[in-house]
């Protein structure tokens, strides 16, 4: 088969990784790829925003199967022009995709399909915004647990956790009237508060079946303990001790299928990854968010796990043939996934850095790097992004896991080079906190 993955991430990286062992593939695109991805296939230099010359590649290249890593793409309606080209995608279309490309779609479908989520308010100017937290909150010192998300895509920035009434006007003023997020602000969703660990659930659908994966916990801030601002994701780890067998049914009971089916219904129906953002609360578990593809960097330790052919499943879930193949198979040891960053990310930062102990890195048994940020000039690899590598490893036990990993990164060098030191730490955090209830 010839496959084409859309993307230049991590993610990407991870996913031609895993397609090249099958023995079905005959021939790899990645567009436009990294350094990473140009080693387990032909990097193509084509952008993931230009839906035109993407399509033009896959019909002039007979592509079998396009595969599409990040959400632009899908939020531009990729899947629908190579659909319209009888050309096959994994990869939900333009309308599905509003999951994540509008939190007030999401909200509402979540809403009609009864599934939990924190309580919301839609607004579409500042003023009645501030009018109403005014209005519930009249006195300035009240405790404020709401949080102000942009509703369109803002690259995980339009989301904003409030504890004081001052942070919630501000927040209101940096989406409806100073514009920070552009058109992605102009609705926003206030909504509840949520407390609680959070989890991530992806699962891949063809609309009617689905398969969930195991659960995964992304790093999002930038340093140790949780500080720092946001970032895509500084490292991750699979599975996490939070998740029982029983949690994941009821996710899949309460939270997956209804939503799959409401989708289904709306004549929306959902091809692709549907990942969900949860937090379990007190009340059970609720969805924070939906995205509609792969983590990332979730997407890396999840398929370091993966023993079964990554192109059978999502081939299935392509054709909308999900219930005919077998479950796929998991290996039972824990993965996790380090981030290594450039100086000044998720800031400004340089490029251009020349990467070095890639190799020894990846000779260290059950150790991977994958490519985020990276370029190749001259048969060196430099740095080309914020986010650079992800070293992922296996191992017997999560500490096992972790240990291998850090080995990884210690074998890595470039000026400014960093990731965060603690990266599933929390599931030992958790496992305590389990332990005492
Ligand atoms: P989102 O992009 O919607 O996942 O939000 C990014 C992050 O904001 C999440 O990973 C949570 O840590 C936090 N967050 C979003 N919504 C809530 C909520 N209702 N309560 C508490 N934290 C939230
Ligand atoms: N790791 C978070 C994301 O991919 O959105």
Not at 82 to 94: D, H, K, Y
Not at 147 to 160: F, N
Not at 318 to 327: E, F, K, M, T
Request: contains cysteine; charged residues 25%; neutral net charge.
């Amino acid at each position: 088969m010839r496959v084409l993955v859309v993307g230049s991430g991590g993610r990407e990286h991870a996913l031609a990784w895993k397609l090249r062992q099958s023995p079905r593939l005959t021939r790899l695109w990645i567009a436009p790829g990294n350094a990473g991805t140009a080693s387990e296939g032909e990097n193509v230099p084509i952008q993931v925003d230009d839906v035109k010359g993407l399509v033009a590649f896959a019909k002039k290249e007979s592509v079998d199967l396009v595969i599409v890593g990040p959400e632009l793409p899908l939020s531009l309606g990729l899947t629908d022009a190579l659909a319209e080209q009888r050309i096959r995608v994994f990869g939900p279309s333009r309308a599905a995709a509003q999951l994540e490309s509008s939190k007030v779609f999401c909200k509402l479908l979540l809403r009609q399909a009864d599934v939990p989520t924190a309580d919301y308010q839609v607004f579409r100017d500042a003023d009645s915004a501030m009018r109403y937290v005014k209005a519930r909150f009249p006195n300035e010192r009240d405790r404020t647990p709401l949080v102000v998300k942009a509703d369109g895509l803002a690259s995980g920035k339009g989301v904003i956790v409030c504890s004081k009434r001052d942070e919630v006007l501000e927040a209101i003023d940096r989406i409806g009237r100073k514009n920070e997020f552009g058109r992605a602000g102009a609705q926003m969703v206030i909504e509840e508060r949520l407390e609680g660990p959070e989890v991530s659930v992806l699962a891949i659908t063809d609309g009617r079946t689905i398969v969930t994966l195991p659960s995964a916990q992304d790093h999002k801030a930038a340093y140790d303990g949780d500080t720092g601002p946001n970032t895509g994701g500084m490292g991750a780890y699979s599975p996490t001790p939070v998740m029982t067998e029983e949690l994941m049914e009821t996710i899949e009971d309460k939270i997956l299928v209804p939503s799959i089916h409401a989708m289904k219904r709306n004549r929306k129906p959902f091809r692709g990854v549907l990942y969900a953002g949860l937090m379990l609360t007190a009340s059970g578990p609720k969805v924070l968010e939906y995205n509609v593809r792969f983590g990332d960097p979730e997407c890396q330790p999840l398929l370091m796990r993966l023993k079964s052919d990554l192109l059978d499943l999502l081939e299935a879930a392509a054709d909308g043939r999900l219930d005919s193949i077998d479950p796929p198979e998991w290996d039972p040891r824990p993965a996790i996934c380090v981030v290594m960053a450039s100086a000044g990310y998720p800031g400004s930062y340089d490029s251009g850095a020349e990467i070095t102990g890639l190799d020894a890195a990846d000779q260290i048994p059950d150790v991977k790097v994958f490519h985020a940020g990276t370029k190749l000039q001259d048969g060196r690899v430099l740095t080309n992004g914020g986010r650079v590598l992800g070293v992922t490893a296996l191992g017997s036990s999560l500490a096992n896991a972790k240990l291998n990993a850090y080995k990884g990164v210690q074998a890595i060098r470039w000026p400014g080079a960093w990731c965060r030191k603690d990266i599933s730490d929390k599931a030992a955090l958790y496992q305590e906190q389990l332990a005492v209830d």
